[in-house]
């Protein structure tokens, strides 16, 4: 455990923190295009090159960037920490945030410049210099990756690793500073795609009938499965202490299942997991923007871009899942409509 000095800018305060070990805590790596707002930052390195990029950033040190998709979802984390360490002053079971960017290390300034004045507490980096980082969250033992780069999630996922593509939503909802809430799709997120299959391959009849026969075997697990647990046994630290009913962590499951043909399969399969979801909603195929704009979670999670797409045009930040039998399908309808 690294003990860290934290000091506070508008005050001569200093809190003292103690850094968790990566394989204790929940760990979290968060791109910086995802942290913060880089477009145009981005525009420069697209239009003339690496070493006018870096000379850019090199200029702009002092400026820094605009929070991003990601950003309340990390200051939510930061949350719940401080919850943490008021009930557990020495436990290492914390989030533990990594800021991982593929940029030069001459970069490394404005960004800590940025975290500065946000007030944001992020300690660990992973500067890359262009390299993939992959290699390194296997050796921060990373529970949740969170990117721009698409290819870099896919290729997360591939090596075991819960990961997800984040978008900038146009408007933002407003979301709670006090508690994270985390919402997940079910199939080909917290389960596996074995009953979508069902359903892409054969149809809503095929899939109902599927479900019923198969009510009581488990589902397989999907790719974020183990962020989940990870949540969990952060919310038993709260319920240990009687604070259950003001737990700052709340999970949802948000799914188009329908609830009595083919929910109970999920319901159980969570149970015999050991994981509680604090409310599941089975939309019966009805649109989930809606039931999002009503929960406003710092993240949902998805497979399908459909959903993904509509979730964030009703305000909710959602992060696309590229995991199953779903993304066959997304590509088809791509080139299909040309895109």
């Not at 090159?49 to 930061?78: C, M, S, T």
């Not at 980096?125 to 990756?145: D, E, V």
């Not at 997940?184 to 019923?212: M, Q």
């Not at 737990?247 to 050991?274: D, E, F, H, N």
Request: contains cysteine; glycine residues 6%; hydrophobic residues 40%.
């Amino acid at each position: 455990m690294q003990l860290i000095l934290k000091f506070t800018p508008l005050s001569t305060q200093i809190s003292v923190f103690l850094q968790p070990k990566p394989e204790n805590a929940v760990t979290v790596a968060v791109s910086s295009r995802v942290l913060f707002r880089t477009e145009r930052e981005q525009k420069v390195f697209e239009q003339k090159g690496v070493e006018e990029y870096l000379r850019y950033q090199i200029e702009h040190e002092n400026e820094p960037f605009a929070p991003g998709p990601a950003f309340p979802f990390v200051k939510a984390l930061d949350a719940v920490n401080t919850r943490l360490r008021e009930l557990y002053p020495q436990s290492e079971e914390l989030f533990d945030i990594v800021l991982v960017t593929y940029n030069h290390a001459h970069v490394g300034i404005r960004l800590i410049n940025t975290i500065n004045h946000h007030n944001l507490f992020i300690e660990r980096f992973c500067m890359t210099g262009g390299s993939s980082p992959i290699g390194y969250l296997k050796a921060w033992h990373t529970n949740l990756y969170l990117s721009a780069d698409a290819e870099k999630v896919r290729e997360a996922l591939a090596e075991g690793i819960a990961a997800a593509t984040m978008f900038m939503p146009e408007k933002l909802t407003e979301v709670s500073e006090s508690q994270l809430r985390v919402a997940f799709d079910g199939d080909a997120v917290l389960f596996s795609d074995e009953s979508e299959r069902i359903f892409k391959t054969h149809g809503l009849d095929k899939f109902f009938e599927h479900e019923k026969e198969n009510e009581d075997r488990l589902l397989d697990h999907g790719p974020l499965k183990g962020f989940l647990e990870a949540l969990g046994k952060l919310q038993k630290k709260f319920y240990a202490k009687g604070q259950r009913l003001d737990c700052p962590i709340r999970t949802y499951l948000v799914t188009a299942r329908s609830a009595a043909s083919s929910g109970i399969r999920a319901l159980k399969t969570l149970r015999a997991w050991g994981l509680e979801i604090d409310e599941a909603l089975f939309l019966a195929g009805a649109p989930k923007g809606p039931m999002l704009e009503k929960i406003r979670p710092h993240i949902y999670f998805d497979d399908q871009m459909f959903h993904v797409e509509g979730a964030a045009e009703m305000g909710t930040v959602a992060a696309h899942v590229p995991y199953g039998i779903a993304q066959k399908y997304n590509s088809q309808q791509k080139m299909s409509s040309g895109k």
